[in-house]
T-cell receptor
Framework: QKEVEQNSGPLSVPEGAIASLNCTYSDRGSQSFFWYRQYSGKSPELIMFIYSNGDKEDGRFTAQLNKASQYVSLLIRDSQPSDSATYLCAVARRKLIWGLGTSLAVNP | GAGVSQSPSNKVTEKGKDVELRCDPISGHTALYWYRQSLGQGLEFLIYFQGNSAPDKSGLPSDRFSAERTGGSVSTLTIQRTQQEDSAVYLC??????????????FGPGTRLTVT
């Protein structure tokens, strides 16, 4: 079992819909979780992070943690074509442990 | 303020040659990371610097790879006797020290290395 797993996708949603991206992690003691967005041909950029004490909302983005089931979710409301990218989940364990990413396509 | 910069942006080299890749982190960031990303693949951790020290170099693929950081700032990743499998995008990231912010990494634009 990989330490951080993501469905590679592609996840395809229509414009205006909610996109839901999931990431599972193996270490139950993990405390910090990060979501990065990577556009094709570009570098990853940090979009959100949450700690084990709760969920977080930032504009159209919400990150949620389910500790019992060991997964984190990223919800993107009112999805836009500009949200089309690969979303990387990372879990902090002395260093960031990265998932392989989920490709999201938002169709106009 | 200025972000992480990397040079060169593209490098084409012949198999067997040595290459040097440079990273200039965000001013004041004490932590610096090197990653490699092959086409369509995930991020592969190479090495981590805290100041000028490298407490974690576990990701360096072979002894052909080395890295140094001077003055707590600029870092150079050197690949000796390049092989075709070294072709990838090499990404540098930096973060500030202290608590969870150490994991908020800011990436440079990367160096695309092609070994022919």
């Amino acid at each position: 079992q990989k330490e951080v797993e993501q469905n590679s996708g592609p996840l395809s949603v229509p414009e205006g819909a909610i996109a839901s991206l999931n990431c599972t992690y193996s270490d139950r003691g993990s405390q910090s979780f990060f979501w990065y967005r990577q556009y094709s041909g570009k570098s990853p950029e940090l979009i959100m992070f949450i700690y084990s004490n709760g969920d977080k909302e930032d504009g159209r983005f919400t990150a949620q943690l389910n500790k019992a089931s060991q997964y984190v979710s990223l919800l993107i409301r009112d999805s836009q074509p500009s949200d089309s990218a690969t979303y990387l989940c990372a879990v902090a364990r002395r260093k960031l442990i990265w998932g392989l990413g989920t490709s999201l396509a938002v169709n106009p | 303020g200025a972000g992480v910069s990397q040079s060169p942006s593209n490098k084409v080299t012949e198999k067997g040659k040595d290459v040097e890749l440079r990273c200039d982190p965000i001013s004041g960031h004490t932590a610096l990371y090197w990653y490699r990303q092959s086409l369509g693949q995930g991020l592969e951790f190479l090495i981590y610097f805290q100041g000028n020290s490298a407490p974690d170099k576990s990701g360096l693929p072979s002894d052909r790879f080395s890295a140094e950081r001077t003055g707590g700032s600029v870092s150079t990743l050197t690949i000796q006797r390049t092989q075709q499998e070294d072709s990838a995008v090499y990404l540098c990231a930096s973060s500030s020290n202290g608590g969870a912010s150490a994991y908020e990494q800011y990436f440079g634009p990367g160096t695309r290395l092609t070994v022919t």
